[in-house]
């Protein structure tokens, strides 16, 4: 593979290790007072990174999208178009 590849995956590790311990400070909405900056990296130039949540459904992070008809949640990318999530922890085996 190309460097391009593995340098936001090492990114995207980086930010996955600042939210893992630690509570994201968030407001009512959800939407987190100040991403990680290993997030702000990776994140593509054309998203609004001041309306980011971060789903516990499936661990990744959503931009709010205004357009000119509606208002929509997408997923946060990275340049390479690549969903930014969180490790989701394994499940424990019995």
């Avoid at 980086?14 to 702000?40: F, K, R, S, W, Y």
């Avoid at 990174?49 to 509606?70: F, K, N």
Wanted: glycine share 8%; hydrophobic share 40%.
């Amino acid at each position: 593979m190309n460097r391009r590849f593995w340098l936001p995956l090492g990114f995207l590790t980086l930010g996955a290790c600042t939210v893992g311990g630690t509570e994201l400070a968030t407001d009512e909405n959800g939407i987190i007072a100040e991403l990680p900056e290993a997030v702000v990296a990776i994140a593509a130039p054309y998203q609004n990174l001041e309306a980011v949540i971060l789903r516990e459904e499936d661990g990744c992070y959503w931009y709010r999208h205004v357009g000119p008809v509606e208002t929509t949640e997408l997923p946060l990318r990275t340049t390479a178009g690549r969903k930014i999530c969180v490790p989701r922890p394994e499940a424990e085996v019995s």
